[in-house]
């Protein structure tokens, strides 16, 4: 059965700390994994990967992939208090539309 | 635009109502889900369609009936729901399999907070 799992779950930190999130999955014919973030409503999508090592970064955010592990990982530099909320971490397989998705972590910045 | 709209965004219904949610988008997107989502959860596929077909549909009881009547439409109709599917239900939407380019990532919409007395 397709699987994805994030650690930590639950994540406290002071405003100006970095974060690293952590996302492990093992999906039949991978083809891509995608980062979201939820406050309190829907998830806002913030990257897809889908090729071991290439970085991809949008300002204090930046994700990678390493598709011989089977792990991302989502680093937030320099945190402020509005990067709380909860990030999604979901693999999607090849040959359906489907988007399994891990339980997320849920990060909270104090100021 | 990477919007998607659903309507109505709170519902309260009893168990012998009869309800139906929206979504809308205008991305030109031909692939729209649903998913139901309870609370500190990560959300759960119920339906897929692609191309205005029903591509997947996750074993969901009979009491959710989904409809994509065209191909920036999809409806999820309600009936005799239970306690139990109180929940926020998003919909989404993305560039089905197959297609040409290399986009696939999904764009939700902001949910229908479902609550079922």
């Known amino acids: 059965e397709d699987k994805v799992v994030q650690s930590p779950l639950s994540l406290v930190v002071h405003e100006g700390d970095t974060v690293t999130l952590n996302c492990s999955y093992e999906?039949?014919?991978?083809?891509?994994l995608l980062w979201y973030k939820q406050e309190k409503k829907a998830p806002t999508f913030l990257f897809m990967l889908?090729?071991?090592?290439i970085e991809k970064k949008s300002g204090r955010l930046s994700s990678i992939l390493d598709k011989k592990e089977l792990f991302s990982i989502l680093n937030i530099t320099a945190t402020q208090t509005g990067d709380s909320a909860v990030y999604l971490c979901a693999a999607r397989g090849g040959g359906a539309q489907k988007l399994v998705f891990g339980q997320g972590t849920r990060l909270t910045i104090n100021p | 635009d990477t919007e998607v709209t659903q309507t109505p965004k709170h519902l309260v219904m009893g168990m012998t109502n009869k309800k139906s949610l929206k979504c809308e988008q205008h991305m030109g997107h031909r692939a729209m889900y649903w998913y139901k989502q309870k609370a500190k959860k990560p959300p759960e596929l119920m339906f897929v369609y692609s191309y205005e077909k029903l591509s997947i549909n996750e074993s969901v009881p009979s009491r959710f009936s989904p409809e994509c009547p065209n191909s920036s439409l999809l409806n999820l109709h309600l009936h005799a729901l239970q306690p139990e599917d109180s929940a926020l239900y998003l919909c989404?939407?993305?560039?089905?399999?197959?297609?040409?380019?290399?986009?696939?990532?999904?764009?939700f919409g902001p949910g229908t907070r479902l609550t079922v007395t």
């Open positions: 989404a939407s993305s560039h089905p399999h197959g297609w040409s380019g290399s986009s696939y990532e999904q764009y």
């Open positions: 889908t090729s071991s090592g």
């Open positions: 999906v039949t014919n991978f083809r891509s």
